[in-house]
């Protein structure tokens, strides 16, 4: 028996595992590029339009909040930046960016505080 999702009556075991939903995953992924072309964004403001897009817009069945931290840490990487927070910290404010607790601008900015040169 073949699963696309677990909740079409499948088991756990047997289902595919998540995959994006296309149009989420474009929209969150195209944010940075309008933000690039239409303005001069700093690195750390580009990663965190990233985060905010992938965190708010649901892409995947789970994992966004994950992705789209994990998503602006290898962004900053590879635009020679070293990323380096405290897990708990990670955690509190990547929670509070998805809640609307935290803005984009603000995450920015705690990503640049807690970034160094490569």
Known sequence: MSCSHFMSGCSPSTAAPPHPRR???RIGL???ENLFAYGK???FELSASYAFGLVKNHPFIDGNKRIGFATAA???QLNGKRFAAAEVDVVLRT???A???MSEA???AWLKV???RA
Do not use: E, I, Q
Request: proline content about 12%.
């Open 74 to 76: 290898l962004f900053l």
């Open 99 to 101: 809640a609307g607790k």
């Open 41 to 43: 964004p700093t690195v």
């Open 30 to 32: 195209g944010r940075p």
């Open 95 to 97: 929670l509070a960016l």
């Open 114 to 116: 807690n970034s160094k």
């Open 23 to 25: 149009g989420p995953a």
């Open 106 to 108: 603000d995450y920015a």
